[in-house]
């Protein structure tokens, strides 16, 4: 295969790749921010104190953690199905990418939130703060280069969570180099699609990185 044949490929391969992780970053983040606030809000002392409703979302976060995504994929595929009326191509690994990254992020955000001083906490509810404007302009503005960070490292576990899709007929970057590179062993393919990748996730470690500098304080 000369690289005139494979240039279109690989473009097709990464805007399938950039199609489902953007899709899935976009649901995993709304998914993924209200469970991490819910996870703070609902610990005993917290602001929503709820312990069972507490219990009951870990719980739902670490099973969805403890899954290899190679074993969630095929585990989802009923569901996949239901979801989407198919269960290869692009649209359908979004459902599982996203189910896959929802838990991964909603730990990430429990994490930044719980690193925002107590002080800065208490200052706001006794300045009279309600539970929303506490929630929305103390701990998620005051989380936001933590929370950027983590997206930043789920966006990545995302093009790698896309990348194994590809194995059962996902579509994207992984696709290409099982079809290409593994099944008709075109080595070219293969190098050609690990450079894509690499540069792909060293663009957007870049982006978030430079987000993540213009949020902190420093």
Partial sequence: M???DMWPLLGEGLWETAYMVGISTAIT????LLIGVLLVLTERGGLLSAPPVNLVLGLIVNVGRSLPFIILLVAVIPFTRLVVG?????????????????????RIVETAIREVPRDVVNAAIAAGASRWQIVYKVLLR??????AAGLTITIIALVGYSA???TVGGGGLGDLAIRYGYQRFETEMMIATVVVLVLFVQAVQS????VVRRLSHR
């Avoid at 692009?90 to 990254?101: C, E, F, K, S, Y």
């Avoid at 005051?142 to 929370?147: C, D, T, V, W």
């Avoid at 982006?207 to 430079?210: A, F, P, S, V």
């Fill in 142 to 147: 005051e989380a936001r280069p933590g929370l």
């Fill in 86 to 106: 198919t269960t290869i191509g692009t649209d359908a690994a979004i459902v599982p990418l996203t189910i896959g990254a929802i838990p991964f992020f909603a």
């Fill in 207 to 210: 982006l978030g990185d430079l």
């Fill in 164 to 166: 194994m899709a590809g």
């Fill in 2 to 4: 000369t690289w005139e």
């Fill in 29 to 32: 983040a709304l998914g993924g």
